[in-house]
């Protein structure tokens, strides 16, 4: 990694909103390209931040700084991104299922995703089954991600599932879940693809789901 591509690495992992999006704007200036930007400095700089969290060394404060700083040096990125007509490594709709209006861990995961090279259509809260079966129709997504902090609301996940498959599109889409009271015995009672207890686990299982 070049002394361009280590300071916007060093300034994600820091979570310095500032210095990112300067870093990034520095090295489009000298003539990078930004898939080079995106893949070798910004998704191993949040790649690390997950592997610090699952060690116990960075917590959810520190995950969402640098989770916004990735996501401002982004902002700068994306326009060149298109003009270079970069590929995400997939797209994935993420929602709070109907009922539940929690929102930290949901924006948390895809703020992850966002930098681990993922198209994100955030769906929002309290979103109904119907909306997720509209939302697969309008994006063709590779994933669906849905989330649930209370139990009374966990229900509605497998009423997603079973309308998908209704609809004859089951095998379209890789469906993930996740949540506080969320488990992989119930990731599996219900059809889920998979279980991400965390945000960091969200994106490893995600680039697992798109590869397979």
């Keep these: ?25 520095n090295s489009l200036d000298a003539g990078k390209d930004a898939s080079k930007i ?3 400095g910004m998704v191993p700089a949040m790649e690390e931040v997950g592997r610090l969290f699952e060690e116990g060394e960075y917590f959810v404060p520190e995950m969402l700084i640098s989770a916004r700083a990735m996501q401002a040096g982004l902002a700068v990125l994306q326009p060149h991104l298109v003009e270079e ?4 490594a997939g797209t994935v709709i993420v929602g709070t299922v109907k009922g539940d209006l929690h929102d ?40 669906i991600g849905m989330s649930a902090l209370l139990t009374t609301t966990m229900p509605s996940m497998e009423t997603t599932i079973d309308l998908v498959t209704e609809a004859g599109k089951r095998d379209r889409v890789k469906i993930m ?36």
């Design 1 to 25: 990694m070049d002394d361009q591509l280590k300071n916007i690495y060093d300034a994600i992992l820091a979570g310095d909103n500032k210095a990112a999006p300067d870093e990034v704007q």
């Design 38 to 40: 995106l893949n070798d």
């Design 104 to 143: 930290i861990g949901k924006n948390l995961v895809c703020m992850m995703l966002e930098g681990g090279g993922f198209k994100i259509v955030d769906m929002g809260t309290d979103v109904p089954p119907e909306k997720f079966l509209a939302a697969m129709d309008e994006h063709n997504p590779d994933i």
């Design 177 to 212: 879940i996740g949540g506080a009271p969320v488990t992989q015995d119930y990731a599996d009672q219900i059809g889920a693809d998979g279980y991400a207890a965390d945000a960091s686990r969200a994106v490893a299982l995600a680039k697992i789901l798109v590869s397979g």
């Design 85 to 88: 007509d970069v590929q995400p």
